[in-house]
């Protein structure tokens, strides 16, 4: 997990505004995935990329886009049609090798201003 | 789709006492059940899991269990310590095809000194 990472830490976005968090990981794996975690929740998927310019919906992906054009990158972007996007934003990865075992990133924290 | 419950949402022991949290899921063709533990702020740390060919692992003072004729499985913990103190998620997968997650609501345990 330590060869993951999300920037920033903290992002703030005004209403109407769309905001790409980052994840970047060096760990070769081929499996990207996003999921969002609410207080009393547990983490939600959004998105998720098997390979290099694919990847698939997970269980609440409305409002928001991801791009897969590099291995070791997978930009989240929380657009304006995401209504209620304060949440803690998790990215994770897994390799080919064991594609069920997902390492996680430190997290972005999203709030609204 | 997956659908896995957790139970309890908060537990609280006394040091040196067992914890066991348990999960239910509803897919019968979920065959990997990793489990998650997570203090403030941080990061998802994947301490143990159990693939659907085994009905018990044990590593330390943690141990899992799985019935997969009744679709559940539990998190063991032995003489807990303070920092042991964490929420903790349960999550199931059909397995294999690096598919997303799904987690259970997290069980929070408290460590009572």
């Known amino acids: 997990d330590g060869g993951i990472t999300q920037s920033p830490k903290y992002l703030f976005r005004k209403e109407g505004q769309n905001v790409t968090l980052s994840c970047e990981q060096n760990l070769n794996h081929d499996a990207m995935y996003w999921y969002r975690q609410d207080p009393g929740q547990g983490l939600r998927l959004i998105y998720y990329s098997q390979i290099v310019n694919d990847f698939q919906k997970g269980d609440i992906a409305e409002g928001y886009s991801v791009s897969r054009e590099k291995k070791e990158s997978f930009p989240l972007t929380v657009t304006s049609a995401q209504k209620n996007p304060t949440a803690f934003y998790l990215c994770?990865?897994?390799?080919?090798?064991?594609?069920?075992?997902?390492?996680f990133g430190p997290g972005t924290r999203l709030l609204v201003l | 789709g997956e659908n896995v419950e957790q139970h309890p949402s908060t537990l609280s022991v006394q040091e040196g006492d067992s914890a066991v949290i348990k999960c239910t899921y509803s897919?019968?063709?979920?065959?990997?059940f990793p489990w998650y533990k997570q203090e403030l702020g941080k990061r998802p740390q994947l301490i143990i899991d159990i693939r659907s060919n085994v009905g018990e692992k044990k590593d330390q003072r943690i141990a899992v269990t799985l019935n997969k004729t009744a679709k559940h499985f539990s998190l063991h913990i032995t003489e807990t310590q303070p920092e042991d103190s964490a929420v903790y998620f349960c999550a199931a997968v059909a397995g294999g095809g690096a598919d997303g997650l799904t987690f259970g609501k997290g069980t929070h345990l408290i460590i009572q000194p």
């Open positions: 994770a990865s897994s390799s080919w090798t064991d594609p069920d075992t997902q390492y």
């Open positions: 897919d019968s063709a979920s065959n990997y």
